[in-house]
């Protein structure tokens, strides 16, 4: 059975600092994985999506990483803002024709000013 | 991208009632999802719904409790049966755009259970 786990459950920074979120997967054999951004009480907001064949996927200030052997992603956020305040959740997709999501617990970002 | 709406968007309910919830999305799409999340926990996946068929359930979940009609390509609706407090959640629907792979999500229910 997959498990997803995301570590830290919570962080704070300044406005400025580099983010680091982790997300760590137990069953190696995933199709994709999936970042998402929820605001409280909100919908889920897709971030970026690395398929299982790729090692990295950009957009703007959003870089996030994949190594499928060891489980793991990271997801990068320069130059953090007050409004990059969310929870970040992380989500793999068993396979191509397995549409079930599994989710990591999130981690609670705090940006400072 | 899909944009999907769903209704209502919050509601206090008493024990023991029901509630449905619909889920409109904005192109057709072959199968939509229904996820709950209970207070400060992850998403977890309620059912599948297709359109034509019986929604499938993952373990935990039961039809009586969760009934799923599906009647179009856009258009689902979630009932959340005999509510308890325990049913207190933030339920969200979703669907995978064939071709993209990407899975996009509804706003959410915000459904509080006194």
């Known amino acids: 059975k997959q498990e997803v786990t995301q570590i830290p459950a919570a962080l704070s920074v300044p406005e400025g600092e580099n983010l680091v979120l982790n997300c760590s997967f137990t069953d190696s054999a995933i199709y994709n994985l999936q970042w998402f951004r929820q605001d409280p009480g909100k919908g889920l907001t897709s971030l970026l999506l690395?398929?299982?064949?790729?090692r990295e996927q950009t957009s703007g200030r959003l870089n996030a990483s994949l190594d499928k052997s060891s489980g793991r992603s990271t997801l990068y956020i320069a130059a953090s803002q007050p409004g990059d305040s969310a929870t970040y959740l992380c989500?793999?997709?068993?396979?191509?024709?397995?549409?079930?999501?599994?989710f990591g617990g999130g981690t609670r970002v705090l940006v400072k000013p | 991208s899909a944009v999907i709406s769903q209704k209502p968007s919050r509601d206090i309910c008493q024990r023991g009632t029901s509630l449905t919830i619909q889920c409109q999305v904005d192109?057709?799409?072959?199968?939509m999802f229904w996820y709950r999340q209970q207070p400060g926990q992850s998403l977890t996946l309620i059912a599948t719904?297709?359109?034509?068929?019986?929604?499938?359930?993952e373990s935990g979940f039961v039809i009586d409790k969760f009934p799923i009609s599906r009647p179009n390509l856009t258009f689902s609706t979630l009932t959340v049966s005999n509510m308890s407090p325990e049913d207190s959640s933030i339920y969200l629907c979703s669907v995978s755009l064939g071709g993209t792979d990407t899975q996009y999500f509804g706003p959410g229910t915000r459904l509080t259970v006194l």
């Open positions: 719904a297709n359109q034509g068929s019986e929604a499938t359930y």
């Open positions: 989500a793999v997709r068993p396979s191509a024709a397995g549409n079930k999501l599994t």
């Open positions: 192109s057709q799409v072959t199968m």
């Open positions: 690395i398929q299982s064949s790729q």
